[in-house]
Nanobody, 114 residues
Framework: QLVESGGGLVQPGGSLRLSCAAS????????MNWVRQGPGKGLEWVSG????????DYADSVKGRFTISRDNAKNTVYLQMNSLKLEDTAVYYC?????????WGKGTLVTVSS
């Protein structure tokens, strides 16, 4: 199970930190991703981090503004979002992947608006 938190309403240029708490599986072996879906849009991969936390990837749209991290002792992955833009408005989902096994959270809504 994955449970996201930390979403909310923020002004352009602001920051939010999303968290995703995992339970019921061996978190430390899974690659973790953040995926978002904006209003009227399809799913967009945002960022990923490998099982050990030493390798991270970002979509071009968020590179330099978002930072993914994980704490395997706490079974939690984070997404620090800075310099938020209107187009970052979306439901953000946490995703765990391990050799074809996939688990999704229910998402947390981030609204960027003035």
């Amino acid at each position: 199970q994955l449970v996201e938190s930390g979403g909310g309403l923020v002004q352009p240029g602001g920051s939010l930190r999303l968290s995703c708490a995992a339970s019921g599986f061996t978190f430390k072996i899974y690659r973790m991703n953040w995926v978002r879906q904006g209003p009227g849009k399809g799913l967009e991969w945002v960022s990923g981090i490998n099982s050990g936390g030493g390798s991270t990837d970002y979509a071009d749209s968020v590179k330099g503004r978002f930072t993914i991290s994980r704490d395997n002792a706490k079974n939690t992955v984070y997404l620090q979002m800075n310099s938020l833009k209107l187009e970052d408005t979306a439901v953000y989902y946490c995703h765990a992947a391990y050799y074809g096994m996939n688990t999704w959270g229910k998402g947390t809504l981030v609204t960027v608006s003035s």
